[in-house]
């Protein structure tokens, strides 16, 4: 019979039966040429706005880049025109549902190839002036002398129970071969960046197909927050390396056939790591237990009773994870209580969960949508307005991510569970009180975050099977202004690594002052400073503690405490803690604000050592205590 139909002429052979158009394509026939119109229309727009705006930001007024580095400017503008490019060929073959070919390969490397380029050139050498950087620095250390990790810049060098050990672990290498010199570990966060990209592409194919990866990954490694963290050295970027990692391998792990030993402790680890690297990754913890229960089969097997529940390979697998996953992390409690002081779990347990979870609600609420999708708000260090309220747009663009969200969940996807779980814990978790703060803690959401938006717009719009098409243009179109807004974001995070000097005269003064006690001060003085961990490391290991902090000036307000009676709290701890030098910075508005008046009010008890650094431009001030107590 077979042989028979092969021997009709062609004319009188059944026509082939119309393959089903690929649910993330737009059917050619109908809606594609249109959808193609006014793709690159909108594409096109979005380009002539950003234009305007690259040329006319601020940043590049800067007098040093338009005499010495002009070329940034050009180089800037040439990497961001071929990602637009890039972007409106993969957003033309997805949007025509067009499979990849030899020139689509060619392409995605010079995509990769111009974002490996543009975090380069916006690789930033300077050391921030935050205590993070500095504190994982340290933790390396401690972990490499003394075996566990303690907190070696304090005068009592009590154990780090409570701190993230993901990224110091990281950092041994570097430190055993360049000891604290910060610049290789820089380079480590950028090589991270990297693989951010490269995970974020397969990770997105793996759930959306080729063409939407593409779209999505670019977002992603232009985002201007994550360009701004690709050469500081903190957990942002490491922490969204290993959860995109681990999210990849818990898919790889699920799909096989068989249980995978060597894929199973890979993805164990991934996911340790993410916990390792920030608090709030124990989330995955419960994530991916749920996960694969989900998957597990278990109350279909118990229903149709067609296999017992305990031999079918998915509930295995949810077994096997989740031991895992509950032994290492019980085992590593255990481990950091041995070391001494509580762990992370105790410290959760101590805490007022209601009075947690609202307070940072809301500050989640007014700094979320804007964090993701503002592009300026990266520069929020520079200029507070940056910070904007909570307006219709950015509630708007929240409610129809967090639409998305609730579609994944329904489909059972693991970054919707992940998201979930992590979130929680950061509502309940998050002691700081500052929106930027919270800001900050936000950004390893926005791969998630970008792809829930678009999720969120099909949903809404797409409900009805006549609009999915209509839906997944109108995600696209969403796509474009996001890459403009990126990228006139970007502006300033290459502008800034471009100067002719890396710091501001009043902080550059205060590393100076640091590196003057190095060859100055004994180096068992115990020194009272705003920045101590930065202080311990450019003194080369002078021991102090932090005078005054911002959280410590926000629980002073809410609590009533008077200024009298904080300064006669400074006063008894520089006694307890037997301090020999109080150090007075100009970058930082607190020091000047609130522990200068205490040695003006106190002539016997201070005496100034030396002045580092111009007065006019921002100068440091070591003063010597004449020690009272005594």
Not at 496 to 522: H, I
Not at 545 to 567: A, D, L, W
Request: proline content about 4%; glycine content about 6%; hydrophobic content about 50%.
């Amino acid at each position: 019979m077979e042989k028979q139909k092969r021997k009709q002429p062609i004319a009188q052979r059944p026509a082939p039966k119309k393959q089903a158009t690929p649910a993330t394509a737009i059917k050619p026939d109908t809606f594609s040429k249109s959808g193609i119109i006014v793709f690159f229309i909108t594409l096109t727009i979005s380009y002539i706005i950003f234009a305007n705006d690259f040329f006319n930001v601020k940043e590049l007024t800067n007098p040093y880049i338009k005499a010495q580095a002009s070329w940034v400017i050009t180089l800037q503008f040439i990497i961001y025109t071929m990602l637009f490019g890039i972007f409106g060929y993969f957003g033309f073959r997805f949007i025509t549902g067009k499979t990849e070919n030899k020139l689509s390969v060619i392409l995605m490397l010079v995509g990769f190839a111009a974002i490996l380029l543009l975090h380069y050139v916006a690789f930033n050498h300077a050391f921030e002036d935050v205590d993070d950087n500095a504190s994982y620095m340290i933790a390396a250390k401690s972990l490499v002398d003394k075996g566990a990790p303690y907190y070696l810049y304090l005068p009592e060098m009590t154990p780090d129970t409570e701190g993230a050990l993901g990224l110091p672990i990281m950092l041994i290498p570097f430190y055993l071969i360049w000891g604290m010199n910060y610049v290789p570990m820089e380079a480590l966060i950028y090589f991270l960046m990297v693989g951010v990209v490269i995970i974020s592409f397969f990770l997105f194919k793996k759930m959306a197909g080729t063409n939407f990866a593409v779209l999505i990954t670019i977002l992603v490694a232009t985002h201007p927050y994550l360009v701004s963290f690709s050469s500081i050295i903190m957990t942002e970027i490491p922490y969204i390396f290993w959860s995109l990692l681990a999210i990849y391998l818990c898919l790889k792990f699920e799909e096989k056939q068989k249980i995978n030993y060597l894929l199973l402790a890979a993805t164990v680890i991934a996911i340790l790591m993410t916990y390792l690297t920030r608090a709030i990754g124990a989330g995955f913890f419960a994530a991916a237990i749920l996960y694969f229960f989900l998957k597990s089969n278990f109350f279909k097997n118990i229903k149709e009773k067609s296999l017992p529940f305990y031999k079918d390979v998915a509930f295995k697998k949810f077994l096997l994870i989740s031991a895992l996953l509950v032994i290492v992390f019980v085992a590593y409690q255990l481990w950091i209580r041995s070391v001494g002081g509580a762990s992370q779990a105790e410290a959760l347990a101590k805490m007022s969960l209601y009075d947690q979870f609202t307070k940072n609600l809301g500050l989640v609420w007014d700094v979320f949508s804007q964090n993701i999708f503002c592009g300026k708000l990266a520069r929020v260090s520079v200029n507070p307005d940056y910070l904007q309220p909570v307006n219709f747009l950015w509630a708007l663009i929240l409610l129809v991510a967090m639409a998305g969200l609730v579609y994944s969940i329904i489909k059972k996807e693991l970054a919707g569970l992940y998201f979930v779980f992590v979130m929680a814990l950061l509502l309940v978790g998050n002691v700081a009180t500052q929106a930027r703060v919270v800001s900050r803690y936000l950004i390893v959401f926005t791969p998630f975050m970008i792809y829930f938006l678009y999720q969120g717009i099909k949903v809404l719009i797409g409900l009805p099977d006549k609009k999915k098409q209509i839906a997944q243009l109108a995600g696209i179109l969403v796509f474009c202004f996001l890459l403009g807004n990126s990228f006139t974001g970007d502006t300033y995070n290459v502008q800034r690594s471009t100067q002719a000097t890396l710091y501001t005269p009043s902080y550059k003064a205060f590393l100076d002052c640091a590196t003057w006690a190095k060859d100055n001060l004994p180096k068992e003085a115990i020194v009272a400073s705003r920045k101590e961990r930065i202080f311990y490391i450019f003194s080369d290991g002078i021991r102090g503690y932090k005078h005054v902090s911002s959280n410590e000036i926000g629980r002073m307000q809410e609590e009533g405490v008077t200024m009298e009676q904080f300064q006669q709290k400074k006063l008894d701890k520089m006694a307890a803690t037997n301090t020999d030098y109080v150090i007075i910075d100009t970058f930082n508005a607190a020091s000047v604000q609130m522990i200068y008046p205490i040695i003006e009010k106190n002539p016997d008890k201070f005496k100034l050592l030396k002045i580092i650094g111009e007065e006019k431009t921002g100068a440091c001030y070591v003063f010597q205590v004449i020690k009272w107590w005594k």
